[in-house]
């Protein structure tokens, strides 16, 4: 089997072919996008493998929640080859790949949704899966619900941004790794067992997942979260 997955949900972008279990990468960051890597690189990773679009079997993306503009780009790209391929897609959530790829079993996930908000949800992962113990929300970091596993691990770029006010709301937490990214390569692993047992869908259904609609806040409504006029 051989799969695409893209990940560009937050500033580090990502791109991964797998075929049967073995898989090649290419990631980067890009604080203010990198919309322009994302095709190359796919096609330098099928020319290193020595096969083309027309033999992969399904494609992953990281649905989100993430950056509005990163969600779309991956949704975009993805529905775009799966469609001219007619190939089934598959959404994966990103907090989901980001709780995978931090390499720790009891997870708080939490991204930086800008607008004093964080992405939040709490996972235990497995080696090529991960169980879901409570759904993604957006919330300010200062009411977040702390998951209540011992010895969980806060991952996510959200530490980096509002560390403290959740660090407070779980002062146990056995460590917190601030640069743990979801990756396409997580997306893949989780995307692998799911396309294998008949989960892909139609390209015309594949959505982002935004959790979040709103994009922007009022001078108002930043003044009382505590931003700037």
């Known amino acids: 089997m051989r799969l695409l ?12 072919l797998w075929q049967d279990g073995s ?6 960051e890009f604080p203010n996008g990198g919309s322009g890597h994302v095709l190359p ?8 493998a020595g096969t083309t679009t027309a033999a992969l079997d399904g494609i992953a993306f990281g649905a989100g929640p993430g950056g509005f503009t990163g969600l779309r780009l991956a949704c975009g790209i993805a529905q775009g080859l799966a469609w001219g391929l ?16 931090s ?3 009891r997870v708080w996930t939490c991204l930086d949704a800008r607008m004093n908000e964080i992405y939040s ?22 009411v977040a619900p702390a998951p209540t596993l011992e010895a969980a691990w806060g991952v996510g770029d959200g530490f980096a941004a509002h560390g403290d006010l959740l660090r407070a709301r779980k002062s146990d937490l056995a460590g917190v790794d601030a640069g743990a990214c979801p990756t396409a390569t997580a997306v893949l692993r989780l995307a692998a067992p799911r396309f294998a047992a008949g989960l892909g869908e139609a390209a015309v259904l594949a959505q982002p997942i935004y959790v979040r609609d709103k994009v922007a806040l009022t001078t108002a409504e930043r003044i009382a979260r505590g931003g700037a006029k």
């Open 5 to 16: 997955g893209i990940e560009t949900a937050t500033r580090r972008i990502s791109v991964a």
């Open 23 to 28: 898989i090649l990468a290419r990631e980067g």
């Open 41 to 48: 690189w796919i096609a330098e990773l099928l020319a290193e």
């Open 86 to 101: 007619q190939r089934p897609l598959l959404p994966v959530s990103t907090l989901e790949a980001l709780a995978l790829a």
């Open 103 to 105: 390499g720790r079993d």
């Open 121 to 142: 949800a709490v996972y235990f992962a497995g080696v090529e899966s991960v169980t879901e113990l409570s759904a993604p929300i957006c919330v300010p970091p200062a």
